[in-house]
Every structure is written in C-alpha cells, then in structure tokens.
C-alpha cells in the first residue's frame, strides 16, 4: 500500500495477486496429491538433484533443519528414502531416494504435468507468453536494483547502535 495512505497501489495489488496465486496453486497441488508441501518439495528435490545433504536441502527449500531432519526420517521410515553420512565430511548427512522413492516422485511428476495443463485451461498461448515476459523483466529489474539504492529503506538495521 502507498506510504501512511492505506490506499493499494496497481504495484501493490499486482505483487499480491502474483504472490497469493503462486501460494494458493502449490498448495492446492499439495492437497491435490494428499501430501504437505514441504514434505513435496523434499522428495521433488531429491528426485531432482540425486543424493543431497540435508544442509543444502534447508537451504534450497527454505526449511529449518528439525524440518528437514524430520521429514527425511519419515521418508526413511517408509521406505522412500536412504541416508548416510557424507564420507568427505561426516558432520553432514545425505540423503537419496531409494527405488520406491524414485517410483513415487515418477508418479508425482506425471500428476503434476497433468495438473498444470488442467490449470492452464482456458489460458492462450500468447496469454502465457505475455506473463513470462513480465517475470523475465521482472528478474531482470530484480538484478540491476543495487542493495544501497534510494529505493533500500532499512528503519530496523541490527548494526545501528541506539543513541
């Protein structure tokens, strides 16, 4: 919203729509296949990206690391999912999909093609190419804005001492 008015701006409404759409769809997909988003992201992951220690998967998805912990020994638990330690640095564990994994992260992805050409119905070609245009500049525009720019409003810096 513009500054003390709570008013909502177009850019406004346009960063909330876009945020709220993007949550509501992962998480309607989660629901749609019975299973948390996280515990989605996680095996999608490993699937992905083969054996992954559990440091780089909290840091790629954005979880804390009792999350992650927790949702690799409940995979483990049911047979999708093997560990170890990391035998360069055995302060780190990895983790990968066993075959059952493998099957069901297969499965999930078919599920999830088929869901998106459900949720794409009705929307153009064009209409698609018209949003990743506007993403791509909008990634663009995210690179080129420097941390110090006028635009960097920090009210709550750690590193400024109280007077």
Same mark, same amino acid.
């Given at each position: 919203?513009?500054?003390?008015?709570?008013?909502?701006?177009?850019?406004?409404?346009?960063?909330?729509? =876009?945020? /709220? *759409?993007?949550?509501?769809?992962?998480?309607?997909?989660?629901?749609?296949? %019975? +299973?948390?988003?996280? $515990? @989605?992201?996680?095996?999608?992951?490993?699937?992905?990206?083969?054996?992954?220690?559990?440091?780089?998967?909290?840091?790629?998805?954005? =979880?804390? /690391? *009792?999350?992650?912990?927790?949702?690799?020994?409940?995979?483990?638990?049911? %047979? +999708?999912?093997?560990? $170890? @330690?990391?035998?360069?640095?055995?302060?780190?564990?990895?983790?990968?999909?066993?075959?059952?994994?493998?099957?069901?992260?297969?499965? =999930?992805?078919?599920?999830?093609?088929?869901?998106?050409?459900?949720?794409?119905?009705?929307?153009?070609?064009?209409?698609?190419?018209?949003?990743?245009?506007?993403?791509?500049?909008?990634?663009?525009?995210?690179?080129?804005?420097?941390?110090?720019?006028?635009?960097?409003?920090?009210?709550?810096?750690?590193?400024?001492?109280?007077?």
């Amino acid at each position: 919203m513009a500054e003390g008015s709570g008013v909502e701006t177009p850019e406004d409404r346009f960063f909330r729509e =876009l945020g /709220g *759409a993007y949550a509501e769809i992962r998480q309607a997909f989660a629901q749609h296949v %019975g +299973m948390s988003a996280p $515990r @989605l992201q996680v095996l999608m992951r490993l699937w992905w990206n083969g054996e992954t220690s559990h440091s780089d998967l909290r840091q790629a998805l954005s =979880l804390d /690391g *009792a999350s992650v912990t927790r949702l690799i020994k409940e995979f483990e638990a049911e %047979g +999708m999912v093997s560990r $170890r @330690l990391d035998p360069a640095d055995n302060r780190y564990t990895l983790a990968r999909l066993t075959p059952a994994g493998e099957r069901a992260a297969a499965d =999930l992805e078919r599920s999830h093609q088929a869901y998106q050409v459900r949720l794409l119905d009705g929307v153009t070609a064009q209409e698609q190419e018209i949003v990743l245009g506007a993403l791509q500049r909008l990634c663009t525009n995210v690179a080129r804005i420097e941390p110090d720019s006028p635009t960097a409003v920090r009210p709550y810096r750690s590193d400024r001492k109280s007077r």
